[in-house]
């Protein structure tokens, strides 16, 4: 009998996890907004809300995404909202759209992630049109004026900074927080400013592509888990199975050792390249370091549980260690997975440039 076709906002919803889904987001909500301007924290939030889309359903999702969004309305007013919805609501139609179309997973990772790097884009573009500059210098501009404004506890911050050595006084020595003049206070904060500008230049375009390619990978796989997880069949390549092809380990190899000579003798022009891609070549052989590591632990029949532990601690914890491990998988295959999963299946070497080894 042929499958019948996979209709997300049809699924029914689990109704005990609902409620709990919604009262822990409502919980977590101060610490959402805190968190807000931290990179990691903002691309984890879609992953979440796909992950509800999956294992509890679309009521679930969808009360939490409006809550994202009011949380945004309520700290950043109208413009912040409209920012939030355009961050969130495009990554979770296309995701679940290129799902209910039963698109091969690794095709609808990059389209995922596409989609999440255009919102991204589109969200900068209106900062920077709200602000009337740059985005990085809209928001050094904000985080002046805070600190101008905070009075003693911009001051605590301006000395926890200095003793972390971040920054110093301009003769170069040590100032405490109880006698920090004024003149003083006006170049630390001009120092904070100029550095976090600096560091901001770096980070947002690193942090964009990393995101997209994060939530493109993780937010395909953990709707499709969740959907399988109702018994409705569609594809997932499990985790022990994710590897970079040949060909494009060879490429991303050379791409970045290019880089690094370009950053190295160049870096006025290149250096803002070489930290985009560095950014992307951890992410992806962390996650393949990850995977390497989970088929090793699948094939001396160690349950899900532990693999989990080892994502969680891979990815979050110790990304080092993952990213060698990555890089040896794929430099020597020391989990001996290579060739019997690509004769096995195929499909989980995407977009090889040379086809096959």
């Given at each position: 009998?042929?499958?019948?076709?996979?209709?997300?906002?049809?699924?029914?919803?689990?109704?005990?996890m609902t409620a709990f889904s919604i009262g822990l987001c409502l919980l977590l909500m101060p610490v959402v907004g805190i968190s807000l301007f931290v990179p990691q924290v903002i691309t984890v939030l879609p992953i979440a809300l796909l992950a509800l889309l999956g294992f509890v359903g679309p009521v679930s999702a969808a009360?939490?995404?409006?809550?994202?969004?009011?949380?945004?309305?309520?700290?950043?007013?109208?413009?912040?909202?409209?920012?939030?919805?355009?961050?969130?609501?495009p990554v979770c139609?296309?995701?679940?759209?290129?799902?209910?179309?039963?698109?091969?997973?690794?095709?609808?990772?990059?389209?995922?992630?596409?989609?999440?790097?255009?919102?991204?884009?589109?969200v900068m573009g209106l900062l920077?049109?709200?602000?009337?500059?740059?985005?990085?210098?809209?928001?050094s501009g904000m985080i002046e004026q805070m600190l101008e404004a905070s009075g003693a506890l911009g001051d605590t911050v301006l000395s926890a900074m200095m003793q972390l050595g971040l920054i110093t006084a301009q003769d170069g020595s040590s100032i405490s927080v109880e006698v920090l003049d004024a003149a003083t206070r006006e170049q630390l904060?001009?120092?904070?400013?100029?550095?976090?500008?600096?560091?901001?230049?770096?980070?947002?375009?690193?942090q964009m592509t990393t995101g997209a390619v994060g939530v493109g990978l993780l937010g395909q796989a953990v709707l499709r888990r969740g959907i399988r997880s109702r018994g409705e069949k569609i594809e997932y390549p499990p985790l022990r199975t994710w590897m970079v092809p040949s060909g494009w380990g060879r490429i991303l190899g050379v791409t970045l050792v290019a880089m690094y000579l370009l950053a190295m003798t160049?870096?006025?022009?290149?250096?803002?390249?070489?930290?985009?891609?560095?950014?992307?070549?951890e992410q992806?052989?962390?996650?393949?370091?990850?995977?390497?590591?989970?088929?090793?632990?699948?094939?001396?029949?160690?349950?899900?549980?532990?693999?989990?532990?080892?994502?969680?601690?891979g990815y979050f914890v110790l990304r080092p260690p993952a990213i060698l491990f990555g890089i040896a998988d794929q430099t020597f295959d020391f989990s001996h997975r290579r060739e019997k999963i690509e004769a096995e299946k195929k499909q989980n070497n995407p977009f090889d440039p040379r086809g096959r080894r």
């Open positions: 009998m042929e499958n019948r076709r996979i209709s997300l906002l049809k699924q029914k919803n689990r109704w005990g009360v939490c995404c409006a809550m994202l969004v009011v949380l945004c309305l309520v700290l950043f007013g109208l413009w912040g909202a409209v920012m939030a919805a355009l961050f969130l609501v139609v296309v995701a679940a759209a290129l799902v209910e179309r039963e698109h091969p997973f690794w095709q609808s990772v990059a389209l995922t992630g596409t989609t999440v790097f255009v919102s991204m884009g589109a920077s049109l709200l602000a009337g500059s740059d985005v990085v210098s809209a928001i904060i001009s120092s904070l400013v100029m550095m976090m500008d600096t560091v901001l230049r770096l980070e947002i375009p690193m160049v870096p006025q022009f290149s250096s803002s390249m070489y930290y985009v891609f560095s950014g992307v070549f992806v052989f962390a996650l393949q370091g990850i995977a390497a590591l989970c088929y090793f632990l699948h094939e001396r029949g160690k349950g899900r549980g532990l693999q989990a532990v080892v994502f969680v601690l």
